[in-house]
């Protein structure tokens, strides 16, 4: 009886925390959003905002992936000193307001230079701000992501991190799926891909950071493994 009990108490122990599915859940959603607009960026600014392809290739392939995929060694730094519940509600907010912004500029920049929707409009300044937001808020979910899956993974982090990219293909098939409905069922448009499928994704991502994500243990909190260690200011984690 006492080994079956035992035998039932280890198999409790190896289930992986809540946290952790819910960092994959929070995944599944940014990555929704940031594929659901992927595949029509260079379309979108070429066709309907009449960017030249140089230009729109440059502002996708450059700055946008360039910020998602190569800012992240700086902003995991600073998500270990500032936390990762602090670090993703500022990154959540970031890429909503980014896709938001870039989904709706044909909409709101002719108001604000006051010329009308007939008018040649240069439209590289929103759009920059746009991709910008996106790059740098994409670039701090996927180590504060990545942190908490390795932190709540115990000695199963091969397997966490196996459910971990399963989760971003999930999340790839959703985005893309929602992206189709959009454009093809509903007729919406690219833009709309922007403004409804990313932009919601993004929220709920949102939502669930602020409401259900719990802070796995970090540096900040002067304790990491169960060793004490230093807090480090801003300038000695860059």
């Known amino acids: ?3 079956n009990g035992e ?3 280890k198999t409790a122990k190896q289930r992986f925390p809540a946290t952790f599915w819910t960092a994959n859940t929070i995944e599944l959603f940014e990555r929704a959003a940031y594929y659901s607009m992927a595949p029509w960026v260079v379309v979108y600014l070429t066709e309907i905002l009449g960017m030249s392809p140089t230009l729109a290739t440059t502002l996708n392939g450059s700055i946008l992936w360039g910020l998602i995929y190569f800012l992240p060694i700086l902003s995991g730094t600073l998500a270990d000193k500032y936390g990762y519940k602090r670090s993703l509600r500022v990154s959540f907010l970031m890429i ?3 896709y938001f912004i870039t989904g709706a500029v044909k909409k709101f ?4 230079l006051g010329k009308e929707a007939s008018e040649s409009v240069d439209y590289i300044y929103p759009v920059v701000l746009g ?8 670039s701090i979910v996927k180590p504060c992501i990545a942190g908490t899956v390795q932190k709540t993974s115990g000695l199963r982090a091969t397997l966490g991190f196996g459910i971990f990219y399963m989760v971003i293909n999930i999340g790839s098939i959703t985005g893309r799926g929602a992206s189709y409905f959009i454009r093809k069922v509903l007729d919406l ?3 709309a891909v922007f403004t409804y499928a990313a932009v919601i994704f993004a ?3 949102l939502a669930i950071v602020l409401f259900i994500y719990k802070e796995p243990e970090y540096v900040s909190d002067g304790k990491k493994d169960d060793q004490k260690v230093q807090k480090k200011t801003l300038s000695q984690a860059i």
């Not at 920049?109 to 604000?112: A, E, N, Q, T």
Request: proline letters at 7%.
């Open 203 to 205: 929220l709920i991502g």
């Open 1 to 3: 009886m006492v080994g």
């Open 131 to 138: 991709i910008v937001l996106i790059g740098i808020g994409g």
């Open 96 to 98: 909503s307001i980014g």
């Open 109 to 112: 920049w002719p108001l604000i």
């Open 7 to 9: 035998k039932v108490e």
């Open 189 to 191: 448009g690219i833009p």
